[in-house]
């Protein structure tokens, strides 16, 4: 294992309730089940640290009782914080919503995470071998995006810088964006975050763009799309469609996270990128099967079901085989 993951991004707290549909404008439904959670940035944290990478946080955590539960939640999981606690406020929250067909609805408020000093990051000291991370949610926030654009880009040239977009792309800047991207190791974004990057077409087109004209720096992109697994781009020009894997999928959330948590580990061990991307992909679909964003598994469990394919392919090829 080479250094910790350095995680810049930003943790809140889930309020998470299960409903069979999304209300109608002007109607209620009842949930069929509610959970407070650590989410947000917790979520990637998670899946790099249960697959054996070092975690530490570099993010604010709020005074309060959200803050509270975090620091609790990081704890039992071995994540250290480097910061301490902001005086000013709790940490944030987001209520999502899980429908019936899995998919989820998000409604969130800003809390410390939402704003940063170079003066609040000055004990994140970067180690050798370190990988850090952010998300573009802390870029997001007119609070902290200018101070983490700024110190992002003094990170000393060998240390890998990993970034994610996440659903919220458009409300970054764009010079904010393109400053980010321009300092990326590794960008790993789905469909829809890449093609907002730089511009529609396929996946193949797309990653050559978004290496040539936004992430110059970069080893390579990873393009995400669910089920269908992945698409990763490499700077030497090589290219591979990482296929998924067929799962009864019973809550999304957190999926994306699970995949870059468990892709970023995977490559601090040394994996060729097209591996740390199956391994990344098996991940996200044991993720799945699972209720909770936090839900991303261990290495044992990530191995035990790949080999478990890898015994079902072989034992179907052998009953092809014998009916030709």
């Not at 740390?276 to 079901?305: C, K, M, W």
Request: aromatic share 6%; hydrophobic share 40%; charged share 20%.
């Amino acid at each position: 294992m080479s250094g910790r993951l350095v995680h810049v991004g930003s943790a809140v707290v889930d309020y998470v309730y299960r409903i069979d549909a999304l209300p109608a404008p002007g109607t209620e439904k009842t949930a069929s089940s509610y959970a407070r959670v650590a989410g947000g940035g917790f979520n990637m944290m998670v899946a790099a640290s249960r697959t054996g990478m070092r975690v530490v946080f570099g993010g604010q955590l709020g005074t309060g009782p959200d803050g509270d539960f975090l620091r609790t939640a990081f704890a039992a999981e071995g994540i250290a914080t480097l910061t301490p606690p902001s005086p000013l406020m709790d940490s944030g929250n987001c209520v999502a919503m899980i429908s019936g067909d899995a998919e989820r609805t998000f409604v969130s408020w800003p809390g410390a995470e939402s704003r940063l000093t170079l003066d609040m990051m000055k004990p994140v000291q970067i180690l050798s071998g370190d990988w850090v991370f952010t998300s573009g949610y802390t870029l997001s926030y007119p609070g902290s995006r200018d101070t983490l654009t700024d110190w992002i880009e003094a990170l000393p040239a060998e240390v890998p810088f990993v970034f994610d977009p996440t659903p919220v792309i458009a409300e970054i800047p764009r010079p904010i964006l393109d400053r980010v991207l321009a300092r990326a190791t590794w960008l790993s974004c789905n469909t829809i975050e890449a093609a907002e990057i730089a511009g529609s077409g396929d996946a193949q087109t797309v990653a050559i763009r978004l290496l040539a004209d936004h992430c110059q720096r970069a080893a390579g992109v990873v393009i995400r799309a669910g089920a269908q697994g992945c698409l990763v781009r490499l700077a030497d020009g090589r290219t591979q469609a990482v296929p998924g894997f067929d799962v009864e999928a019973i809550d999304t959330n957190g999926a994306g996270d699970a995949h870059i948590g468990a892709f970023v580990s995977g490559l601090s061990r040394g994996m060729p990128p097209y591996e740390a991307a199956r391994y990344a992909n098996a991940a996200a679909a044991l993720s799945v099967t699972r209720h909770g964003g936090s839900s991303a598994p261990t290495d044992a469990e990530i191995q035990e079901f790949l080999a478990r394919r890898v015994q079902t392919a072989s034992a179907q090829d052998r009953e092809q085989e014998a009916t030709t």
